[in-house]
C-alpha cells in the first residue's frame, strides 16, 4: 500500500495499492493492482484485475476477471448489450 491509499471499511487481499487510492467501505479487492488514483466504490468486488490509474470503478456488482483482449474491447465499448461489455455477476 502507496502513500496516500485509504481503506475505508473494504478488505484488501494479496493486492498492491499505488500512489492516493481509495477504497470504498464493504468493497473487496482480491489478488489485483490497483494504480495510482484509482477510486473503488461502496460494496464493489474486484479479483484478480490490473485497474489502470485514474479509473473510478462504482459502487455495486463486481467486476469479474475476464481475458485482457476482452477487457481491452470492453473499455471502448459504451453499450451494455455489446458482448465485449465486462462481466458482472
Known sequence: MASGSVISGGI???SVLSND???GPASRIQDS???DKVRIGEGAVIKRAIIDKNVKVPAGPPL???PTSTARAASRSPNPESPYSP???
Open 12 to 14: 484488501v487481499e494479496g
Open 21 to 23: 487510492v481509495y477504497v
Open 33 to 35: 493492482v490497483l494504480m
Open 87 to 89: 462481466r458482472v455477476r
Open 64 to 66: 469479474d476477471w475476464m
